[in-house]
């Protein structure tokens, strides 16, 4: 195991034991609702399941191809705000 893979491992098991990654879950549900993700990406599953059929689309294709787009489709703010109490977390608890 890589010493990064070896430190995203101790700080997954460190915001699972305080409970942090939860909130950040919760966090995140509401910033993409908010924004408007959510109903983006209801879209785009649609769009494929009309382009493909509903009978020849299963849960894991509809996945495998929006993804991707969903990825990149989160704001840049959002994705700031997670990455900042994330790291406020860590200071707070730098024992890492």
Same mark, same amino acid.
């Given at each position: 195991? !890589?010493? %990064? !893979?070896? +430190? *995203? $491992?101790?700080?997954?098991? *460190? @915001?699972?034991?305080?409970? =942090?990654?939860?909130?950040?879950? =919760?966090?995140?549900?509401?910033?993409?609702?908010? &924004?408007?993700?959510? %109903?983006? +990406?209801?879209?785009? &599953?649609? %769009?494929?399941?009309?382009?493909?059929? /509903? =009978?020849?689309?299963?849960?894991?294709? @509809?996945?495998?191809?929006?993804?991707?787009?969903?990825?990149? /489709?989160?704001? %840049? $703010?959002?994705?700031? =705000? /997670?990455?900042? *109490?994330? *790291?406020?977390? /860590?200071?707070?608890? !730098?024992?890492?």
């Amino acid at each position: 195991m !890589s010493k %990064d !893979s070896q +430190m *995203r $491992s101790a700080i997954n098991q *460190r @915001l699972i034991e305080m409970g =942090e990654r939860e909130r950040l879950k =919760e966090l995140l549900r509401a910033k993409l609702v908010e &924004c408007g993700w959510k %109903d983006q +990406m209801k879209a785009q &599953c649609k %769009d494929v399941i009309r382009e493909k059929g /509903l =009978e020849h689309v299963t849960v894991e294709d @509809l996945v495998a191809e929006i993804t991707p787009k969903g990825r990149a /489709l989160v704001p %840049d $703010s959002v994705k700031k =705000e /997670l990455l900042q *109490r994330i *790291r406020a977390f /860590l200071a707070q608890h !730098s024992t890492l």
